[in-house]
């Protein structure tokens, strides 16, 4: 039981994580983000556009530079 348990949260832990960590830590801090906000606020709906753009340029950058070392191109 204990290796059904084990291997069901390794599942979800590449699933969610994977090769891309930033992206599973921007969903969180863009959520605890939003949290932060009284419901219905446009500033949570501003913070969490700006949170998102953030992520992904981050995270476009990050891999860009991955691909660039393994074509032995650096920067």
């Known amino acids: 039981?204990?290796?059904m348990a084990r291997a069901f949260a390794m599942?979800?832990?590449d699933f969610l994580v994977?090769?891309?960590p930033e992206l599973t830590i921007g969903v969180?801090?863009?959520l605890g983000?939003?949290?932060?906000?009284?419901?219905g606020s446009t500033v949570?709906?501003?913070v969490l556009y700006a949170v998102v753009v953030v992520t992904v340029a981050l995270s476009l950058?990050?891999?860009a530079r991955?691909?660039?070392?393994?074509?032995g191109r650096s920067r």
């Open 33 to 39: 983000a939003v949290y932060l906000f009284p419901k």
């Open 61 to 63: 950058t990050i891999e």
């Open 18 to 20: 994977g090769d891309t």
């Open 1 to 3: 039981m204990t290796r």
């Open 11 to 13: 599942f979800w832990w």
């Open 66 to 71: 991955r691909m660039a070392k393994r074509s």
């Open 44 to 46: 949570a709906g501003t």
């Open 28 to 30: 969180l801090v863009a």
